[in-house]
């Protein structure tokens, strides 16, 4: 039986750390580090090596996972001090998981093969953290065939599917139609939740009502119950991911010269509602952007 490659993992949040779980219960030598590292304690106990800094992720791994928050903390954590980058060397691959934008993903993939000789996949991620608990993700990549080829037995332990979707950059742009989609459904969900009870509805009925039908699909069944019966906890992700997305996929269509006047809608929506407060709570509670005010 063939050695497993060695993994490196940076980013132990919502989805980095069930990923983990998974990538040591299938057996591979695995590091981590997060910014928090009393976030790492659990994984440590299960036989995961903690490091101090990213560039120590790259001393024994063959292939280096991350899961960030965004494109400034990616950046930073591949190239800013003890960054990945200056512990990088050719030969290895850097699988990045977090939602980005585009453009910037291919720029510093250029940038880090450039100087260090280290590939770049984009292999962003949907399911959310049961997904990744039952290792059901949906994983959509951008990158050379052989690479993604190279790191698929390892993701099909974190994955359902691992779909090539072109060059550098294309994971990002699925990923960005993903959330399109994600988003505008929880807006209409919420919409649908809010009229329902107003009208004398229990709306507590809805996904089991549509279910199987046109209107059905996994936000509806996910969503609307917990809507109906004010389950905002524990937070499963969060308002300020789905804005963020949001406003990648608005940038990325007004760089393609392509209309997507909901999207742009289902921005607003969710910055209003993050205005409020709620950027760090679960997208479930964008049914009280409808609700009547508590007296």
């Known amino acids: 039986m063939p050695e497993l490659p060695s993994i490196a993992f940076a980013g132990i949040g919502l989805m980095g750390a069930p990923m983990c779980r998974r990538l040591l219960a299938a057996g591979y030598p695995l590091t981590i580090w997060n910014r928090s590292p009393d976030k790492c304690d659990a994984l440590v106990e299960a036989g995961a090596r903690r490091v101090r800094t990213p560039a120590e992720l790259c001393g024994a791994a063959d292939i280096v996972l ?16 003890d960054g990945i980058a200056e512990g990088a060397r050719a030969g290895q691959l850097l699988v990045d998981h977090s939602s980005l934008e585009p453009a910037a993903t291919r720029a510093m993939a250029t940038e880090l093969e450039t100087r260090r000789g280290m590939r770049w996949v984009d292999a962003p991620v949907s399911g959310g953290t049961a997904g990744a608990e039952a290792g059901s993700l949906a994983i959509m990549a951008g990158g050379r065939t052989e690479d993604i080829e190279r790191v698929r037995p390892v993701l099909m332990n974190l994955g359902q599917r691992l779909t090539r979707m072109g060059e550098v950059g294309a994971g990002q742009v699925t990923k960005a139609c993903n959330q399109m989609i994600v988003a505008c459904n ?17 709306a507590r009925q809805l996904a089991p009502a549509l279910a199987g039908g046109f209107a059905d699909s996994r936000p509806l069944q996910i969503l609307a119950p917990q809507m109906a019966s004010n389950e905002f906890e524990p937070v499963k992700w969060h308002v300020r991911t789905l804005l963020k997305d949001l406003d990648t996929a608005v940038q990325v269509s007004r760089e393609a010269g392509s209309a997507t006047p909901m999207t742009g809608l289902a921005a607003q929506l969710m910055r209003l509602h993050g205005s409020q407060g709620h950027l760090h709570e679960d997208p479930a509670t964008l049914v009280n952007l409808y609700r009547e005010p508590m007296s």
């Open 186 to 202: 929880a807006l209409v969900i919420a919409e649908v939740v809010a009229l329902a009870e107003r009208s004398g509805v229990d």
């Open 66 to 81: 991350m899961c960030l928050a965004d494109t400034a903390v990616v950046r930073e954590v591949v190239f800013g001090r």
